[in-house]
């Protein structure tokens, strides 16, 4: 199992195009952890906006009676990526992985597959 500060080095070392990953909560907007990003991406304010997405959805869902479950949520702008994963169990309610990638150099079904191996080894 890994702890926040792994999962986030690892997001970045083992995922191709990733710039930035953060650990939310959607309940408070507040970053439990973060990395990458830099002067021209604020991550702790896109990590806050992001709660904004997610509470929407699950607030959507609940209105339509849909008895499912979030995996990831997917946001293309014109030069990156960016990935939500919310977690499950251990701990994770209302928790959500946020992954900034860069599309020139991110393989979008590999980055699914590496957040939902990095996200399932969380522990939190």
């Given at each position: 199992?890994?702890?926040?500060?792994?999962?986030?080095k690892e997001c970045l070392s083992a995922i191709d195009g990733a710039t930035a990953v953060a650990l939310v909560?959607?309940?408070?907007?507040?970053?439990?952890g973060t990395l990458?990003?830099?002067k021209d991406f604020n991550l702790e304010i896109a990590a806050?906006?992001?709660t904004?997405?997610?509470?929407?959805?699950?607030?959507t869902m609940e209105h339509l009676g849909l008895n499912d479950e979030i995996e990831d949520i997917l946001i293309t702008l014109s030069t990156q990526y960016h990935l939500v994963r919310?977690?499950?169990g251990r701990g994770g309610n209302g928790l959500f992985l946020y992954l900034v990638l860069d599309s020139t150099r991110a393989n979008l079904a590999m980055a699914r597959h590496q957040l939902r191996r990095i996200e399932a080894e969380l522990e939190v």
């Open positions: 199992m890994a702890n926040t500060e792994t999962a986030l909560d959607y309940t408070s907007g507040m970053a439990l990458g990003g830099g806050a906006g992001n904004d997405v997610v509470r929407s959805k699950l607030r919310l977690l499950k």
